[in-house]
């Protein structure tokens, strides 16, 4: 589904992405994994849009996205959720699942004012859309709280659920497990499994969590210094002598 091709993204004369390759399979979780400071976060950028890429070529369903910015990924259902989440805290966690969708009646001024009945319509739709996103991630009891309110283990959830709004087809998620506990790191591994199984959502998934690598993700690719260095299940990662020699290096 994406390939991306020997990619360098340079800042001033660091690469911290160094002729990157690799292959993501539709309908695959792939686990990104790696020391530190090992250009991750830059690749994902590079790949959302983000950044643009100092070289190389990032194709989907071959064709060049390079470069292309989020809001373009997005129609094309590329979408990334933060390492640090992105909500609207004052506004509660329906509303700004029911914001998602682009291109609404209510956006214009003519519509607010003469189409007061349509925007109300499709309100509706997005409300209910939203209840069904809820009780898919099993967060229907939080959707009148304001946002700002979550844990951030919830609104990790409210990220997942913030791609269920639009047809996502690959989400890239940013160390989804950082600062949430286990129960709701379960929670979420739950939701990302059903959302491959039964929505057919591709999942590009940056963790150090390894037991939550190990239970969602194959094949888990393993970066060092801009490059990758590994590729295969877990289990062969995990003894691979250059993939234990990058972690011991850091
Ligand atoms: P990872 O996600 O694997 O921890 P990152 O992609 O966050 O790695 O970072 C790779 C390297 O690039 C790090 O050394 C980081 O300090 C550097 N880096 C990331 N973003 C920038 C930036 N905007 N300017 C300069 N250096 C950066």
């Not at 001033?12 to 690799?22: E, I, K, N, R, T």
Request: net charge negative; aromatic share 6%.
């Amino acid at each position: 589904m994406i390939i991306v091709d020997d990619v360098h993204k340079h800042f001033g004369g660091f690469h911290a992405v160094d002729g990157a390759s690799l292959t993501i399979r539709e309908g695959s979780i792939t686990g990104l994994i790696g020391p530190n400071g090992a250009g991750k976060t830059t690749l994902f950028n590079v790949i959302a849009g983000v950044l643009e890429p100092t070289s190389g070529r990032v194709t989907m369903a071959g064709e060049d996205i390079t470069g292309l910015p989020p809001h373009a990924l997005f129609h094309k259902g590329l979408l990334r959720t933060f390492q640090i989440a992105h909500e609207f805290a004052s506004m509660t966690v329906r509303e700004n699942l029911m914001m998602v969708p682009g291109g609404q009646s209510g956006e214009t001024l003519w519509n607010a004012w003469f189409r007061r009945g349509r925007i109300a319509a499709e309100e509706r739709a997005l409300a209910e859309k939203a209840n069904e996103v809820l009780d898919f991630l099993t967060i229907s009891h939080l959707a009148d709280e304001k946002a700002g309110n979550l844990s951030g283990g919830q609104k990790k959830l409210l990220e997942l659920g913030r791609t269920m709004m639009v047809d996502a087809r690959i989400v890239f998620l940013d160390e989804v497990g950082a600062g949430v506990n286990r129960t709701l790191l379960n929670t979420i591994g739950d939701a990302i499994l059903r959302l491959n199984a039964e929505r057919g959502y591709t999942f590009v998934v940056i963790e150090h969590d390894m037991d939550f690598i190990g239970r969602l993700c194959e094949p888990v690719i393993c970066m060092a210094e801009g490059r990758v260095l590994a590729e295969g299940t877990l289990e062969q990662i995990k003894s691979d002598e250059r993939v234990i020699e990058a972690y011991l290096g850091t």
